[in-house]
């Protein structure tokens, strides 16, 4: 039996293999966001979840000869590894943000949900892995988890800066999926995004900074009360 495993792991090409690898790092990371009470530490693991991703779209754009994907990984590490965490940084710096990420609902029924989520999407994925033909098709049911997962965090956090990284990380789990499904998306619409993920962050944080001066605060419940009055 031992023999037998051996000579399937041999079989699979190694490019595929880290691919893999990086898909589970990714999902893993995702479960850490989704558990994750410090916003500082939540920016640190979106920069590391885009380094994977980097890491994974350059190994596929070279085993593969898709040119393109190497302008995406390039792109991924500028602004998923470099730009908007620094961003993010200074953001939560000027706004002097200290606290802990407060959630909706406690983290254990959270994870409880998130693997639920994880069982549904390699279910949802499974007939679309079998017709697609990429050599990245076996994490087309991790990237939709991903995405399922920072949806799940987006709509369970309290705070404006924690569902923005969770819209960030669902944008990451997107891309990672369209790689995974079809080598990614056309490069116009990829520099199209990008662009439109700059524009958006600009745009959040003077919203930010217009939330903490009404409210003295970043609790988005603050705007639902001032709304039902």
Same mark, same amino acid.
């Given at each position: ?10 079989? #699979?090409? &190694?490019?595929?293999?880290? #691919?893999?690898?990086?898909?589970? #790092?990714? &999902? ?41 994907? &190497? ?16 961003? @993010? ?27 639920? @989520?994880? =069982? ?44 923005? #990284? ?7 789990? &997107? ?26 962050? =600009?745009? @959040?944080? =003077? ?23």
């Amino acid at each position: 039996m031992s023999a037998v495993n051996a000579s399937l792991i041999h079989a #699979i090409p &190694l490019s595929s293999q880290v #691919i893999n690898l990086c898909a589970a #790092i990714m &999902l893993l990371l995702g479960f850490a966001m989704l558990a994750q009470r410090r916003v500082l530490t939540l920016i640190n693991l979106f920069m590391l979840q885009g380094l994977v991703l980097f890491i994974s779209t350059l190994i596929v754009a070279l085993t593969t000869s898709q040119s393109h994907l &190497l302008w995406s990984a390039g792109l991924t590490l500028l602004l998923k590894v470099i730009a908007l965490p620094l961003i @993010l940084h200074r953001l939560i710096r000027r706004l002097s943000v200290k606290w802990d990420i407060e959630t909706l609902l406690n983290i254990p029924t959270i994870m409880l949900i998130g693997i639920a @989520l994880v =069982v549904i999407a390699f279910n949802v994925a499974q007939p679309i892995s079998q017709l697609s033909g990429t050599i990245t098709r076996a994490t087309i049911g991790i990237a939709l988890a991903c995405v399922l997962l920072a949806f799940l965090m987006m709509i369970t956090r309290s705070k404006a800066v924690p569902q923005v #990284i969770a819209f960030l990380a669902m944008e990451n789990g &997107l891309f990672f999926a369209a790689t995974s499904a079809t080598y990614g998306m056309p490069m116009v619409v990829e520099l199209g995004i990008a662009l439109d993920v700059m524009v958006g962050m =600009v745009i @959040l944080g =003077v919203f930010f900074f217009q939330i903490r001066q009404q409210f003295d605060s970043l609790d988005i419940r603050h705007m639902e009360r001032n709304k039902e009055q």
